[in-house]
């Protein structure tokens, strides 16, 4: 069965840290052009961060730039999102999304994956 499955989201306070993991099982990592997006009560969803299948290329949305870092382990079929000095306006619902066409920058600004996950919950407040 293909999946992704997302974890390490929780509740933390405005300037806190988190680490998001995007496992992926059923197809193979590798072959595939990560993102991280989002998607907040009443709002659209967007875009945070997409990332090349090398790791090589990396697009940020100009919200997260300078506080969150995208990142893979293809050996792990992992992709990771480390987000740091967090805000308020960050809760959301945050997904990872897999594509084997689409480039990094391509995914982010069109936010369209052939897969999606489930979710996991991030809350910041005091």
């Known amino acids: 069965q293909l999946q992704l499955v997302e974890s390490g989201g929780g509740l933390v306070q405005p300037g806190g840290s988190l680490r998001l993991s995007c496992v992926a099982s059923?197809?193979?990592?590798?072959?595939?052009?990560i993102g991280w997006f989002r998607q907040a009560p009443g709002k659209e969803r967007e875009a945070v961060s997409c990332?090349?299948?090398?790791?090589?290329?990396?697009y940020y949305a100009d919200s997260v730039k300078g506080r969150f870092t995208i990142s893979r382990d293809n050996a792990k079929s992992t992709v990771y999102l480390r987000m740091n000095s967090l805000k308020p306006e960050d809760t959301a619902v945050y997904y990872c999304?897999?594509?084997?066409?689409?480039?990094?920058?391509?995914?982010?600004?069109?936010?369209?994956?052939?897969?999606w996950g489930q979710g996991t919950q991030v809350t910041v407040s005091s």
């Open positions: 990332i090349s299948t090398t790791g090589g290329n990396t």
């Open positions: 999304a897999a594509d084997s066409i689409r480039s990094d920058q391509t995914m982010c600004l069109t936010r369209a994956a052939e897969r």
């Open positions: 059923g197809f193979t990592l590798s072959r595939n052009t």
